[in-house]
C-alpha cells in the first residue's frame, strides 16, 4: 500500500485492516484478509504472497533447473490483483509458472535470501526478461515493490506488488510498505502459531481420548468385583499416576476351595507398564491352573517373562495361595514388598518375605516359599510403592510407619480401611498428582 498522488488510502482503513490482521488466528482467513484487503486494492495489478516452505513439488517444478537445493523454497499462497482481462474482474491466480520460486533466484527469490526490500520505478524498462517487459507493457505496470516478510529478524516470505502508478523514485512509499510487511510477518508467525498450537492440542486430545479407553481396557483385565465368601472379606483398588499404569492384582479362583492372589508392580509407568502387565495377569491365570504352589507359580512365569523380555524391563509380585478351608495361606515372593498382616490382639508384623529376585531379570532363578496359619480376626493388606513413596512439599514420603498406624487402628472392613488409606494419602500430600500407581488389597477372615 503507497501514500503516492494517485492513491491515498484512508488511514482508518489502514489502521482497521493491521488490527484485524493481529487478531486472525486462522491462517487461511488471514491470507484471504491481506489477499482481499491488500493486494486488492483497485491501483494493484497484481499483488502476491509467497512463503518459505519444504519443496513438495520438485520432479514437475517448472523452475526445477534453477532450484539451487531443491529442499525448501517459495510457495505462493496468496495472489489478487486487477489485470486488464476479458471480464475486468479481480483475479486470483496461485497455480501457475511461479507457484514455486527457488530461493536466491528472480527477484521474488533474491529478496527473501538477501533479506532486502526493493522498489524499481519501471518494469518495462528494467526487466531483462522479454516476456516480463511485454507483459509489463500490456497491463502498464510501472511500479513494483517487494518487502521480505519477517518475524524476529528471521524471513517468512515475500510480498510483491506490481502497480499501475507512476513514482518519482523508488523511495517513495518503501516506509509504508516495510510497516505493513512486517505486520503482515507478525501476523503470519501468529497465525502459523496458532493453527499448530490448534494441531498439537488437537493431537493431545486425540492421545488423552486413546488414553481413557485403553484406561477402560486395562480396568477389564483387573477384577471388577472382589470375591465373595462366607468366611472371608475381600477388597482391592489400583489407582494409576497415568491413565494407564503398571500396577496389577488378581483373585484367581482355583479347585478344592483354594484361590491365588497376585500383586505385583511393573517397572515404569503408562502405556508401555500397562501392556507389560496385561500380559503378566494372562501368565500367572494360567501358569497357576496347573501347578498353584507359590513358588513353582512365579519360578515358570520369571521363565516366561525373561523368555518373552526385550527391553529391559521387570517387575516385582507377591503371590499367595490361600485355602479357605484350613485358613492355611503360602506365600512367596519376588523382590516386592512383604504383606502386612494384623491378628486379633492388634499385632502387625510383615509375612511373605520368602521368595528371590523380581521377575524377568535372570532365567532359572529359585524361589522360596512360607506357610501361616490364619485365625479368625487376621486382617492381611498388600501394597505397591505407591502408598509408601508419596511425598509432601518437603519432601517427605508417607512411608511405611504411616501405613502401620492406619492398619493398626482400623476395626472396619477391608473396603473402608482401604479408603481411608488413599484418603490419608491424599491429605498428606495435598492431592498432588500421583508420581507412581497405587495399589492397595486386604482381605479379612471372618
Known sequence: MDLEPNYKPEFDSLKTLLLDMAQERSWEALLDMIGDRLLGRPHMVLGRIWLILPGDICPTCPMRQECPDQTECLHLVASKGHPF?????????????????????????????????????????????????????QQDIHTIRGFPLKFKNKVLGVSMQFTRMVIDSPEEGQVWGRII?????????????????EKVTAEKERIESELKFAKLVQEGFLPQEPPSFPNYDFAAEMLPAKYVGGDFFDFIPLKNNRMGIVLGDVSGKGVSAALYMARLLSDFRY???????????????????????????????????????????????????PALLKGIAQNIREVGQSGGIPLGILPDAQYSSEEIQLQEGDLALLYTDGATEPFNENRESFGLDRLHQILQKSNDSP?????????????????????????LLAFKVL
Open 85 to 137: 482481462s476479458e471480464t475486468g474482474q479481480p483475479t486470483q491466480i496461485i497455480d501457475d509458472r511461479f507457484k514455486r520460486v527457488p530461493l536466491g533466484v528472480r527477484k521474488v527469490g533474491r529478496i527473501a535470501a538477501e533479506s532486502q526490500d526493493i522498489a524499481i520505478k519501471d518494469l518495462a524498462e528494467d526487466s531483462k526478461r522479454e516476456e516480463n517487459r511485454e507483459w509489463a507493457r
Open 181 to 197: 510487511a512486517d505486520h503482515i510477518g507478525a501476523a503470519l508467525s501468529n497465525a502459523r502459531a496458532f493453527n499448530e498450537l
Open 287 to 337: 501358569i497357576a491352573q496347573a501347578d498353584p504352589t507359590p513358588e513353582n507359580v512365579l519360578q515358570q512365569v520369571n521363565q516366561i517373562v525373561c523368555e518373552r523380555s526385550r527391553h529391559g524391563m521387570f517387575a516385582t509380585a507377591i503371590y499367595l495361595l490361600l485355602d479357605r478351608s484350613t485358613n492355611k495361606l503360602q506365600i512367596s515372593n519376588a523382590g516386592h514388598h
Open 415 to 439: 473396603r473402608k480401611m482401604i479408603v481411608e488409606m488413599q484418603k490419608a494419602i491424599e491429605k498428606y500430600t495435598h492431592k498432588v498428582t500421583l508420581q507412581d500407581d497405587l495399589t
